[in-house]
């Protein structure tokens, strides 16, 4: 007990909290947006996620302007790593902590750090975690804040693979389900919330009295749950999203790990409503592991090609609207990479989209190219949109992403080919269509081989899989060599 009032004595005596979360929506729309449209899928998303037990001892961040530093290298880095080795001992996990004082550091330059109190962005601290990497904790630990940083290499093992953009302040839909598909993908997300006065209501003396009552034998239901006021904004607050529980509160909350230390909301957790997540939170990321080639992992892909050819409406599509496919032999054509054909012959003018789907995380591209022209086209990502090609775990996506936006065949007739490219890793994929197209003369298959060589996975080590009359499969076998299969269609253009 004297430990208790002792903490108490101490927290009621401190000054406020900082926050430090700077936002500006046109530096967040310079980040790639993953794939988060009314064409992903989100019905296949569990009820509830949880990776409190992958989270670092919660931190205090004092009255510095620190949240985003601590948000993303010492909860988000350290739990990326921690589920990698799947250590769940929490003195284990602190081994594996990073430094949020280096990357404060390293974000603000010693002539306007003013005292740590200036706010940092989301966008320059996973910059300098994807592009430089950061201490450890134990290199550098809190107490080193606003210190020169510490004269040390820097590992690279320490640095993320990348980063995407779920929402900002400009393009807010989807907010819960497309943080709700992250959380899904056992990724933590760092989040700007716009908060309130009231959030301090989660405070030592509410901690306090929650372990009175529960020793008592009494339980709040609403415990640790935040309760924003709107009347009552203030500033904006960086936090670590690790969980979600869709009938927390019989409405769905998402789970945060705060910056204000134990002795605060649940242990240092604390609940947000969906519908106020809606409201309050005004930018979220996704970060990645730099990850080895997986082997020892299967991993697989489908594609469908929708065509509204049945007629059925070109706006309504299912599994009916899905072309009849077969599995190529490859004697018949030259071309050996060509897994599959359509049946039916598409006339011009034939409306279509395409459904991907992937079980593990890749990196999609998808080009075409008629034989006549012989000039290979990049679809999907589109740059101009400054969408993501990179797909996290059980995703499905519908192309074009946006519904309202019609693909139409026409153009030279004859036959197309599309190459869909399931990836392991990031490409320069302008890089390789230029190279692509230096190759006029050859096939798409030789053009393939020629340009992406060993970062093929041998054909050996892929089972295309065409049972499926509507639906075009592989699976890639484990302890594969290469990071890229090639799934080419092609159909005659009448």
């Not at 602190?94 to 949020?100: G, H, I, Q, V, W």
């Not at 459904?355 to 086209?377: A, G, H, P």
Request: aromatic share 12%; charged share 25%; proline share 4%.
């Amino acid at each position: 007990m004297k430990k208790i009032i002792f903490v108490l004595v101490f927290f009621i005596c401190k000054t406020g909290f900082g926050q430090g979360l700077n936002l500006d929506p046109e530096l967040a729309e310079t980040i790639p947006q993953k794939a988060n449209s009314d064409s992903l899928s989100f019905t296949q998303l569990p009820a509830k996620v949880d990776m409190t037990k992958y989270v670092p001892h919660i931190i205090d961040q004092g009255g510095y302007d620190t949240c985003v530093p601590v948000s993303t290298a010492y909860y988000m880095r350290t739990i990326l790593e921690a589920i990698g080795k799947n250590i769940t001992d929490r003195d284990k996990i602190d081994e594996l902590r990073y430094s949020p004082s280096y990357l404060y550091n390293e974000i603000l330059p010693d002539s306007v750090r003013n005292d740590c109190e200036g706010g940092t962005y989301f966008e320059d601290a996973l910059e300098v975690l994807k592009t430089k990497g950061v201490l450890r904790f134990a290199d550098q630990d809190y107490s080193d804040l606003c210190k020169p940083n510490k004269d040390l290499a820097v590992p690279e093992s320490s640095r993320i693979a990348d980063y995407v953009r779920l929402f900002s302040l400009i393009d807010d839909n989807y907010k819960v389900l497309s943080t709700k598909k992250a959380l899904s993908e056992n990724t933590p997300v760092v989040v700007g919330l716009q908060t309130t006065i009231n959030i301090d209501e989660l405070d030592v003396l509410t901690w306090l009295w929650h372990k009175i009552i529960s020793f008592l034998g009494f339980e709040d239901p609403e415990f640790a749950l935040w309760k924003p006021n709107d009347n009552d904004l203030q500033g904006g607050h960086a936090v670590c999203l690790v969980g979600y529980d869709n009938d927390k509160f019989g409405k769905g909350a998402f789970k945060a790990v705060n910056s204000r230390g134990y002795y605060w909301g649940d242990d240092g957790f604390f609940w947000i409503l969906y519908s106020d997540y809606e409201r309050l939170a005004k930018q979220a990321f996704q970060a990645y592991l730099l990850e080895d080639n997986e082997t020892g992992f299967a991993f697989s892909g489908e594609v469908s090609y929708l065509t509204n050819q049945y007629g059925l409406p070109t706006d309504k599509y299912s599994q009916e609207n899905e072309a009849k496919i077969e599995l190529n032999d490859s004697n018949s054509l030259a071309d050996s990479l060509v897994a599959f054909r359509l049946l039916d012959s598409l006339a011009d003018n034939t409306v279509f989209r395409y459904s991907v789907k992937t079980d593990t995380r890749v990196f999609l591209y998808v080009l075409d190219e008629n034989k006549i022209e012989r000039v290979t086209n990049l679809i999907f990502p589109n740059y101009m949109d400054n969408i993501s090609e990179d797909l996290g775990k059980n995703t499905k996506i519908i192309l074009p992403l946006n519904s309202n936006e019609i693909w139409k065949l026409g153009g030279t007739k004859g036959q197309e080919y599309v190459l869909f490219l399931f990836s392991k890793k990031p490409l320069d994929i302008y890089s390789y269509q230029v190279k692509l197209n230096e190759n006029q003369n050859l096939s798409l298959s030789e053009k393939l081989v020629n340009v992406f060589g060993n970062e093929l996975i041998p054909m050996s080590q892929i089972n295309y899989d065409g049972r499926d009359p509507r639906k075009m499969k592989f699976l890639v076998n484990k302890d594969y060599e290469g990071s890229l299969v090639p799934l080419i269609l092609t159909y005659q253009h009448i």
